[in-house]
Structures are given as C-alpha cells and as structure tokens.
C-alpha cells in the first residue's frame, strides 16, 4: 500500500522529512497552525538554512507529491500515516522540557481521525510522553484505538539533516502492536532494504533512546573541554591530547573537539530535561553527573570571555571585538542557546565594541541582537578590531588569509574559539594567536 504521510509541524524537523520522504515518492502534506510559514513553503521559500533541503522542496512542490495546509480536518482527511514533528523546548525557570505543543497537536488531529491510521511521534520528549499520548489520542478520535501511536525518534545534525533523513545511520520504532510495526516497516522500506540498522522496541526505551544518545555526546564534548581545563593549568596541548586519545578506537575521534562547546536547540535543553524526568521518577541520582556537564560547557563561554579581556589588557571598554560567527554551528542558521552568541553578548555587556558576522545566521542574529554590530564580511567585520574570536567554524573561516585579515585590524589578536586554526601559520604572519586549552 502506498501510504499518504502529514508532517503535523512545519519547523526543522518538518519541513525536512515533509520535503525528503516526498523525495522517497510519498505523497506528503505538511500543516501548521503558523499561516505565515505554510504560505512560504508553499511558496518555495525555505524558512531555515539547511545544505540540499530547498532544491527537494521546490523539485517536489513542483511535482505535487508535496504540499502544506493550515487545516486539522484535511490533514485528517489525506493522512494514513501522521507524523508529529513539534518542538519541545525547555520550560522557563526550569530544567523540565515543555511538551504542550505535541498535546494541542493531538488535540486539535485526533477528533478528525474517523478511520485506521497510524500516528507517529518523533520528537525528543520525557520518557513516559508516548504512553500519556496514545491513550489521549485514543480517547478524542472518533475511532478510538484505530488511531495507534508510535514513536520514532529522529536523529537529525543540523548541516547535515537531508542526508540523516535520506540514510539514516539507525532506525528505533516503539510500537504497541504488529500492526503498527507493519506500517512503519512498510513505510521506511526502501532504507531497510539497504540493511539499515532497524531496533524495534516499546514506547519508553524509544524515549530513552535520543536523550540517551544526545547525553553521551554532551558528555564527550565536556569532557575534553575538562581536559582543556587542567591542560591551560598545565601548560599542555589539549589539541594533541585529544588527537592522541581519537586513535584509541574505544574512545575515537568524533565529539572530541576541544572548544567553546556545545549549543543549539537540542543539546543543552535534552540534558536538562532527562536530568528532570529522571527525578521525577526516582533515578535522578543516576544523572547527577550530567549537571557537571552542563556546568563544563557553560565555563567554556566564560573562558572565553577572560581570555578575550586578556588580550585587550585587561578590560573592554574602549575596544573593538570582532566575533566571527552567530550559529551554534557551522552550515546551519540556528541561534538558539548559542555559544558564539552568548559570548558576544556578554563581552558587548562589558562595555566592548562587539560587530558580528556569520554566512547564514546573519539576520537571525540581527533581529535577536540588534544592540550588536553587524558586517557583510569577515573583512567588514574586522575593521579596526583590537581582537578577533573565531566561535563558529564556518570553512570560510578557517580559509581566512590572515595576511588580508591583518590588514583591516588594529591589533593581530585573535582567540580561536573551536580549535580550528593552524596556530603556526596565523602566528608567523604576526598574530597573537590564543585557542582554549593550548599554551
């Protein structure tokens, strides 16, 4: 049976699977209560920055295997298939993750749902969400059980989410039925026929599973960054100390950059809100260790800050700081929680001089902060900076000539935030070049 998909939640999750499982041939409609963002992506016009994504949006929008509606009932109506792809964000003044746009979504789906079909959570939500769901949505459709839940958590990187939805490195269902197994087998059938790892499991393990996976690589991150740490105390390379520890395949190189650390709308607020679940269960003395962390990371922003003040002698008022890079990453336009920005905002704070430039989060930035400084360039940037802080490993960055950079500054300093410079070049060509952790 060729099954017709909704993507109930148009944002990143959303509008990536909407676009690249009607890339796999299904007939796809995307809905949002947001009329603004389903007229643009009607339209062609991709709300977010994400390599590959808005050439198979206007490639299947133009074939009609792709379309979006602001409407539950045709949603309902068109649907054998129902993904939920909504966000959930931290709750305000508190660890726990706010899970209130799944429950509207099922609120305002489930009394439209008036024959068999098969709803899919795949947000990242507090383990025991899936259960609490399936017997809401049970309840309001008028086909009672015939509307069935299950849970698929996605594991997309930003800059990298066409390729994790097309060829996804695993696949987790927890389902409550055959039936429901059937379905999803049936729906991702071309990925398991190219031997795509397929875990099939219940509601809570499929929970567990994202934030388990989002806990260790936040643990991985702050742990070289804890080795950065004692390494600047120790006049030690945590660059190579990290290099050496990547050829130990237990430990292996991936998530062992020493830098600023991690941000963006996943990390942070996943481990807050396991950390949270987990004491509301009993278990919260299982992930203490996740607060130290999350404190490791946050130190990350602050030792930036210092070292900074450092090479403007002391104190910023008077001095022009140049941050290159707004995004909490490269190749992607996303700001939430970010570092770079976080640093930025704290150093305008103390009275520096901050202008700003990144290739893609740019205006996010600008209407976010518009109290900074802002350059079309690198170069324009810099003008006049008395230091420059590499915090977004953008390539372009990394290809910085830093004889042309060098020229438009009134100081060669420049902090390399994320460890991505080679230190030797930019130090003959005259810089003053710091990097956390490094001598």
């Known amino acids: 049976m060729a099954y017709r998909l ?6 990143y999750l959303g509008a990536t699977t909407s676009a690249c499982m009607a890339e796999l041939g299904f007939e796809v409609l995307g809905v949002d209560v947001d009329a603004e963002k389903i007229a643009r992506l009607q339209a062609g ?9 808005e050439e198979i949006l206007r490639r299947n929008l133009a074939n009609g295997r792709l379309r979006f509606t602001t409407s539950y009932e045709e949603a309902a109506a068109f649907g054998d298939v129902h993904f939920l792809c909504l966000g959930t964000p931290q709750k305000p003044g508190e660890y726990g993750a706010d899970v209130s746009y799944l429950d509207a979504a099922i609120e305002s789906l489930a009394p439209f749902l008036e024959r068999e079909c098969l709803v899919i959570g795949k947000s990242t939500v507090p383990v025991g969400t899936a259960q609490r769901l399936s017997e809401k949505l049970t309840r309001l459709a008028p086909i009672g059980s015939g509307a069935e839940l299950a849970w698929n958590p996605e594991f997309l990187r930003e800059g990298f989410a066409v390729k994790d939805t097309l060829y996804p490195d695993r696949i987790v269902l927890g389902v409550a039925s055959e039936r429901a197994e059937k379905i999803m087998r049936e729906v991702y059938s071309s990925m398991l026929e190219r031997q795509t790892p397929l875990v099939i499991t219940d509601y809570p393990t499929a929970e567990l599973v994202k934030v388990a996976a989002n806990a260790f690589l936040a643990t991985k991150i702050s742990f070289v960054n804890a080795m950065a740490e004692v390494c600047e105390a120790a006049h030690a390379d945590v660059k190579q100390l990290s290099l050496a520890l990547s050829f130990d395949d237990r430990i292996g190189g991936k998530f062992l950059n020493p830098g600023l650390g991690f941000g963006g709308g996943c990390l942070p607020k996943d ?6 679940r987990a004491g509301e269960l009993g278990a919260d003395q299982a992930l203490t260790f996740l607060r130290e962390v999350d404190a490791i990371n946050m130190r990350r922003r602050a030792r930036m800050v210092d070292l900074a003040r450092e090479l403007t002698g002391g104190s910023f008022h008077g001095c022009t700081v140049t941050v290159l890079g707004a995004a909490f990453k490269p190749n992607s336009d996303d700001i939430r929680d970010s570092p770079a920005l976080d640093v930025a905002v704290t150093i305008s704070q103390q009275g520096g001089r901050v202008t ?29 900076a008395h230091v420059v802080l590499l915090l977004t490993e953008w390539q372009e960055f990394i290809d ?5 950079l060098g020229s438009v500054v009134a100081r060669r300093k420049i902090v390399d935030g994320r460890n991505a410079l080679d230190a030797e070049i930019w130090r003959e060509a005259g810089w003053h070049y710091r990097a956390l952790g490094r001598p």
């Open 356 to 384: 700003v430039y990144d290739p893609a989060a740019q205006e996010n930035a600008r209407r976010a902060h518009p109290q900074l400084s802002y350059g079309e360039s690198a170069l324009e940037a810099a003008k006049d």
């Open 6 to 11: 909704t993507m109930v939640g148009t944002g």
């Open 271 to 276: 481990i807050r809100a396991f950390m949270a």
């Open 45 to 53: 016009d991709l709300p977010i920055y994400e390599p590959g994504l």
């Open 400 to 404: 910085l000539d830093p004889e042309a």
